[in-house]
């Protein structure tokens, strides 16, 4: 009934509303209480001047909302439409739910015309796309349409600005997810690929913040769609924006001075193929980790790592780094250590030679672990050296353990830990990082501590 009050007031003027600053973000607020009538009629009135919506500071966001609130009207229908067809699996209904009894989810006129609407506002945006993808503000709304039409969700940082993210109610934590497209939706997608690839300044895109992130948001719904064109656009990027100085020994390659460029190379190492990965190590990155290392480029030699899918190729990097873990371990570079342990549990190999140079770091003369200063300095790394010190469980070491914990033969890390003092390790399972490692611990089948658990 609110909602629908304030809307009754807004009419004949939500053009000049949404151009309000704090009118606009009670909008955002109250749209996704407002019903299909409501809805259709505020999506109208916008239609009415899409182009100044979509470059104003203000109006852009509320137009972003309805884009969303149009693409999970079709979300919904489509998993309503999966679980029908399944007669045996019953619905829970949550009793935390809030009702919304004026929002007519299933009314199968609002969903024609949230599809309807949204194609269209996608055809205007595909159209547009050489003002958009360069502007401030209709960027966000580029990047929106793009999730919309492949049905593919990707984190918010790569969506929003830092000061967006700062305003949101989101987790920017969120998991991507993947729904169905339609052809005419997946159409809009290809057609934008291959017009963004034929620009004629698509070498400079990379190093631009407004139209970096669009390329990473392609990126990442390209591979939740039509993963066929992700190949082409990434050989693309590379010849035209990461490799156009490729670095000597004494400088490091032009994209590791940028940081929309270097951001765009980590999104692409993180989803690309084994071909692309490969050209961009032997390229960019062979030779220069350590040096990489040394600056804000640690977090694309992080992706590296963490994209790495083959064993030889891992070993390479971890021989260059391991005369540097020492450093890395007690200055406080936990992101690099953290990253190289995950890729070792994945790829199943260095983990016996990672435990022992952390036994080395962490100044425990037992070889087996058996006391429990491997735990405690593991626990207290940091994940930058610019982090402050702390004598409490970061982030970060927590990850650390839980991770050496699912290597095949965890035996030292398992004796360090049960070697704390009582109170240490009941301070341990109750810390809010540190409970995490009880979780990892207890669900893993530890030979020799949990044979009989599957």
């Keep these: 009934m609110?909602?629908?009050?304030?809307?009754?007031?807004?009419?004949?003027?939500?053009?000049?509303?949404?151009?309000?600053?704090?009118?606009?973000?009670?909008?955002?607020?109250?749209?996704?209480?407002?019903?299909?009538?409501?809805?259709?009629?505020?999506?109208?009135?916008?239609?009415?001047?899409?182009?100044?919506?979509?470059?104003?500071?203000f109006a852009s966001h509320v137009l972003e909302k309805k884009m969303k609130l149009a693409n999970d009207c079709m979300n919904n229908a489509q998993t309503k439409k999966a679980s029908a067809e399944e007669p045996a699996k019953k619905e829970l209904e949550s009793e935390n739910e809030i009702e919304k009894p004026e929002k007519e989810e299933n009314d199968q006129n609002h969903l024609k015309f949230c599809t309807e609407w949204l194609l269209k506002v996608s055809k205007f945006v595909?159209?547009?796309?050489?003002?958009?993808?360069?502007?401030?503000?209709?960027?966000?709304?580029?990047?929106?349409?793009?999730?919309?039409?492949?049905?593919?969700?990707v984190m918010t940082d790569i969506l929003k600005s830092k000061k967006s993210r700062d305003q949101s109610d989101e987790n920017g934590d969120g998991q991507r997810g993947i729904m169905a497209r339609d052809k005419a939706f997946l159409e809009v997608l290809r057609e934008f690929t291959n017009r963004i690839m034929l620009w004629p300044q698509f070498g400079d895109l990379a190093y631009n913040e407004a139209s970096a992130a669009t390329l990473q948001t392609l990126i990442l719904v390209l591979n939740g769609s039509l993963g066929k064109l992700l190949p082409p656009l990434l050989d693309l990027l590379y010849s035209k924006c990461f490799s156009q100085e490729e670095g000597t020994e004494n400088t490091l390659p032009y994209v590791f001075q940028d940081n929309c460029a270097q951001r765009t190379l980590e999104v692409a190492l993180s989803v690309g193929s084994s071909t692309f990965y490969d050209k961009a190590y032997e390229k960019l990155f062979k030779g220069r980790l350590v040096?990489?290392?040394?600056?804000?480029?640690?977090?694309?030699?992080?992706?590296?790592?963490?994209?790495?899918?083959?064993?030889?190729?891992?070993?390479?990097?971890?021989?260059?780094?391991?005369?540097?873990?020492?450093?890395?371990?007690?200055?406080?570079?936990?992101?690099?250590?953290?990253?190289?342990?995950?890729?070792?549990?994945?790829?199943?190999?260095?983990?016996?030679?990672?435990?022992?140079?952390?036994?080395?770091?962490?100044?425990c003369t037992d070889p087996?672990?058996?006391?429990?200063?491997?735990?405690?300095?593991?626990?207290?790394?940091?994940?930058?050296?610019?982090?402050?010190?702390?004598?409490?469980?970061?982030?970060?070491?927590s990850q650390m353990v839980q991770t050496l914990l699912r290597f095949n033969k965890p035996i030292k890390m398992i004796n360090s830990m049960l070697s704390l003092p009582a109170n240490e390790l009941r301070d341990l399972f109750c810390d809010?990082?540190?409970?995490?490692?009880?979780?990892?611990?207890v669900s893993q089948s530890i030979p020799g501590f949990f044979p009989n658990r599957g």
């Design 368 to 397: 087996e672990g058996n006391n429990p200063c491997l735990i405690q300095s593991v626990l207290r790394i940091q994940a930058s050296k610019f982090s402050k010190g702390s004598s409490k469980i970061t982030y970060a070491g």
């Design 126 to 153: 595909l159209n547009n796309m050489e003002e958009f993808v360069n502007d401030t503000y209709a960027s966000h709304v580029v990047r929106t349409m793009l999730q919309c039409v492949s049905g593919v969700t």
């Design 432 to 441: 809010p990082c540190g409970s995490y490692v009880m979780d990892t611990f």
């Design 291 to 363: 040096d990489l290392c040394e600056t804000e480029s640690k977090f694309a030699v992080i992706s590296l790592i963490g994209g790495c899918k083959d064993k030889e190729k891992f070993s390479e990097i971890y021989e260059e780094l391991e005369p540097n873990f020492k450093r890395f371990f007690t200055e406080g570079e936990g992101g690099i250590m953290l990253a190289i342990a995950k890729a070792s549990q994945k790829l199943v190999t260095k983990q016996g030679n990672f435990l022992s140079k952390l036994l080395e770091f962490s100044s």
């Design 2 to 57: 609110f909602a629908s009050n304030v809307f009754s007031q807004t009419a004949g003027s939500e053009l000049e509303l949404v151009c309000n600053q704090l009118v606009s973000r009670v909008l955002e607020k109250i749209l996704p209480f407002a019903s299909s009538e409501v809805f259709q009629n505020f999506a109208n009135a916008l239609n009415s001047d899409l182009r100044i919506v979509c470059t104003d500071p």
